[in-house]
Each structure stands twice: as C-alpha cells, then as structure tokens.
C-alpha cells in the first residue's frame, strides 16, 4: 500500500525550510524530517540568481530525504516575498434562466467577469482567487447564490497576486531538483492554516510573520482573507540597527538579537531602544494598512506574529502597544500534528514560529480536496495553478 506522503518548500529570504510529513488513515499527520539550510540567489523574496537558488532547493531536499528515509518526488511550494499583493475587485451580471434561478454557468461567467476587470495586471500572476461575498438585487447571500433566485447577481472577490517572474524562477528552482509542484500558495496564506484557528479566522485576526527581509500581514475576518500586504522591512534591518548603534560586527549583533544582551558588557537599555525603535516602525506600517481598510482596532482576536523574527523578546507587547490590539506570538501548531516518539523526533518545529509556512502547505496537503471553495463553477481558493505550470513557463519563454 502507498505511502501518503506531503512535502512543503518554503524559500526564504535567507533560510530554505523543507517539512515532510505522512498521514496515515485515522490519525494526524506525523512529521517524517524538518530541514533547514541557508538561501542563496535570493533578495526580499526577488530571484537574482536562479541557478543558485536551485542549489539551495537541492541541498534541503537532499537533507530532507535523508533525514526521511524516503525519494521526495513531487511538494507543495510556497511562494513569498515582496511582490505579493492582493486586490479586490466587484462585478455583477444577469440572472439568465427564465425562472430566475442561478445556476453554475451565471456564477462562473461572474466570476470570469471580475476577473477580466482588474487593471494594472502587466507581469502579475494570480495565486489566488477568493470570493469573499455575494448579493442577489441588492441583498446580501447569505450561504451559496447558486440555486437562489433574483434578476441580477453580484460578487466581490480577493485576488492575491505575485509578480510572473517571480513565480516561474522559483517554479524552475524547484523543478530542476527534480520534484513535481503540486500547488503553488502564498507564503502569508499558507502559514494561517497553521497558525489560526478556526475563531480566530472568523471573528477577525492579523496574521503577521517577520521574515528576515520582509513582514508580511494577511487580515481575516468571517473566516476569509480580506487583504494581503508584504512591507520591505524585517527582523534583519534589526540585526543592522544593532551593528550601527553598539558599533559590531553583523555576526556579533545577530547573535545579541537572538539572545537578547545575555553577553557581557551590553547595554540591555540600549538594546532595548534600538529594537523597540524598529519594531514600531513596522507596527506603523500594519497600522497604516488596518486604517486603509478600515480595520484598525477592530479585530477581536487581534494580531498573530509568527515567522523566525517572531521570537524577539516582549514582542508581543510591543504589538499589543503600537495597534491597540490583543496580541500573541504562536509558538504551537501541535494541534494540527501527532506527536512523534523517540530521539530522532521532529516536534521541535512545532513549537517554532518560523516554521509555519511549510507546516501549513503540509496541512493544505492534506486537506486539500476539503479545502477552498468547491462548488460548480466557482475558483478554488488556492488558485487554478495545477496542470498551469507548463503554460506559465511558456509565457516567458523566446
């Protein structure tokens, strides 16, 4: 009997994090290897050189497959970095059955509608297509419009976007290490299938994970994304601020971040200034977006930091400061996960907030037929991306 096995590849900025799982019937999913190693060729989520980020890929897989015991042939890939971005867009179209009821053919032209209607799409590739509600004349639909009657139908929709490029170079990436993608999925998005719960997501949260070079935020409310954004900042301008203001070397002022002044002859008053100094710089950008779209102090499970510059001392209270917001680092994804036995257990990355994305892609493995909107005619909510790999490529090609 074939093993049921899930990879998720999540390539950072500065770390390439590769989690394999298996699930077996009547059981969460047990976690097989969890590998990371440094990224090279990348820069805020930007591919400067395909070859090398190949070679990044490569080194985790084989680390991975090693630590498994298993081939790695085919992984869902998340996709990060400063081009993502998301646009939501209204449309509305004619019942067109005599007796007025809406049938598939009326939700899927809509759909298509709203879609050809976006502006500035040049170079952009669509990960993600979200209806995120619907009327009929004028009132809200509550539950699914199809089978519903009314004379006119109308959807407002959220479409995460990344630049094209991007998304073929890291296509590549993966591809020459010799693994099939199964899906492709925002980063941001990815991470919230493990990082929120299923309250969390409906009365209204901020996810935000601190990358290396990049935060990034994904609201949510009624249990669906409302916006994306990824600000060019992150926990390494940190490290950066420590080296200019204490007057040390990087590799020494990484290693005070990380632990916070433990080391000798530190000023833990000036540590302090200098991280609280950035990190409200990024609470001021996530503020500035809740305002744009009217959400700031309004979301009562507050905001969710994950990502591996989550784990800054008092960051959550800096958080809770700066946006008038409850507050929480997630350091547990073990409800989505069994717990392994033995020395060569893997539990650690679930205590970990910089392994969300991968262990997410993992639990959208394997509920991925559960996942999403899946009725007639409407898009998946992660996106048409399988059997569309080889028409992106083509895209770019001479």
Same mark, same amino acid.
């Given at each position: 009997?074939?093993?049921?096995?899930?990879?998720?590849?999540?390539?950072?900025?500065?770390?390439?994090?590769?989690?394999?799982?298996?699930?077996?019937?009547?059981?969460?999913?047990?976690?097989?290897?969890?590998?990371?190693?440094?990224?090279?060729?990348?820069?805020?989520?930007?591919?400067?050189?395909?070859?090398?980020?190949?070679?990044?890929?490569?080194?985790?897989?084989?680390?991975?497959?090693?630590?498994?015991?298993?081939?790695?042939?085919?992984?869902?890939?998340?996709?990060?970095?400063?081009?993502?971005?998301?646009?939501?867009?209204?449309?509305?179209?004619?019942?067109?059955?005599?007796?007025?009821?809406?049938?598939?053919?009326?939700?899927?032209?809509?759909?298509?509608?709203?879609?050809?209607?976006?502006?500035?799409?040049?170079?952009?590739?669509?990960?993600?297509?979200?209806?995120?509600?619907?009327?009929?004349?004028?009132?809200?639909?509550?539950?699914?419009?199809?089978?519903?009657?009314?004379?006119?139908?109308?959807?407002?929709?959220?479409?995460?976007?990344?630049?094209?490029?991007?998304?073929?170079?890291?296509?590549?990436?993966?591809?020459?290490?010799?693994?099939?993608?199964?899906?492709?999925?925002?980063?941001?998005?990815?991470?919230?299938?493990?990082?929120?719960?299923?309250?969390?997501?409906?009365? !209204?949260? &901020? $996810?935000?994970?601190? /990358? +290396?070079?990049? #935060? %990034?935020?994904?609201?949510?409310?009624?249990?669906?994304?409302?916006?994306?954004?990824?600000?060019?900042?992150?926990?390494?301008?940190?490290?950066?601020?420590?080296?200019?203001?204490?007057?040390?070397?990087?590799?020494?002022?990484?290693?005070?971040?990380?632990?916070?002044?433990?080391?000798?002859?530190?000023?833990?008053?000036?540590?302090?200034?200098?991280?609280?100094?950035?990190?409200?710089?990024?609470?001021?950008?996530?503020?500035?977006?809740?305002?744009?779209?009217?959400?700031?102090?309004?979301?009562?499970? !507050?905001? &969710? $930091?994950?990502?591996? /510059? +989550?784990?800054? #001392? %008092?960051?959550?209270?800096?958080?809770?400061?700066?946006?008038?917001?409850?507050?929480?680092?997630?350091?547990?994804?073990?409800?989505?996960?069994?717990?392994?036995?033995?020395?060569?257990?893997?539990?650690?990355?679930?205590?970990?907030?910089?392994?969300?994305?991968?262990?997410?892609?993992?639990?959208?493995?394997?509920?991925?037929?559960?996942?999403?909107?899946?009725?007639?005619?409407?898009?998946?909510?992660?996106?048409?991306?399988?059997?569309?790999?080889?028409?992106?490529?083509?895209?770019?090609?001479?």
């Amino acid at each position: 009997m074939a093993r049921n096995i899930i990879t998720g590849i999540d390539i950072g900025s500065s770390i390439t994090r590769v989690v394999v799982a298996e699930e077996k019937k009547g059981s969460l999913p047990h976690i097989l290897a969890a590998v990371s190693k440094p990224t090279s060729g990348l820069r805020k989520g930007y591919v400067t050189d395909i070859e090398s980020v190949g070679q990044s890929v490569i080194s985790a897989i084989k680390g991975a497959e090693k630590a498994a015991g298993i081939q790695i042939k085919h992984a869902y890939l998340a996709i990060g970095g400063i081009s993502l971005g998301s646009v939501k867009s209204k449309d509305s179209t004619t019942v067109s059955r005599a007796d007025a009821e809406i049938s598939d053919p009326d939700i899927k032209r809509l759909l298509e509608q709203c879609e050809s209607g976006l502006t500035n799409m040049s170079n952009k590739y669509i990960l993600h297509r979200i209806p995120l509600s619907y009327k009929i004349d004028g009132n809200p639909a509550l539950g699914r419009p199809l089978g519903m009657k009314g004379a006119k139908l109308e959807v407002e929709m959220l479409f995460i976007t990344s630049l094209a490029q991007h998304v073929e170079d890291l296509i590549h990436a993966v591809e020459s290490s010799g693994i099939a993608i199964d899906d492709i999925v925002a980063s941001p998005y990815a991470s919230s299938f493990a990082a929120l719960t299923k309250q969390q997501r409906e009365v !209204g949260c &901020i $996810l935000t994970n601190i /990358g +290396s070079s990049t #935060v %990034s935020i994904v609201v949510f409310e009624e249990g669906k994304p409302l916006s994306l954004e990824v600000f060019p900042i992150g926990s390494a301008h940190i490290t950066h601020d420590i080296a200019l203001g204490m007057q040390v070397p990087l590799e020494e002022a990484e290693k005070i971040k990380t632990e916070y002044g433990s080391s000798e002859g530190i000023s833990k008053k000036k540590l302090s200034d200098i991280i609280d100094a950035r990190l409200n710089d990024i609470f001021d950008l996530i503020e500035a977006h809740l305002k744009k779209i009217n959400r700031n102090g309004l979301l009562p499970a !507050g905001i &969710i $930091l994950v990502g591996g /510059g +989550s784990n800054l #001392v %008092s960051l959550d209270e800096i958080a809770k400061s700066s946006l008038k917001l409850p507050a929480k680092v997630c350091k547990s994804f073990e409800r989505g996960f069994a717990k392994s036995q033995g020395p060569n257990s893997k539990d650690y990355v679930l205590t970990d907030p910089a392994w969300s994305v991968p262990l997410g892609l993992i639990l959208i493995g394997i509920k991925d037929e559960e996942l999403g909107i899946r009725e007639p005619g409407e898009a998946n909510v992660l996106g048409k991306t399988r059997g569309a790999f080889s028409k992106l490529l083509r895209n770019f090609m001479p």
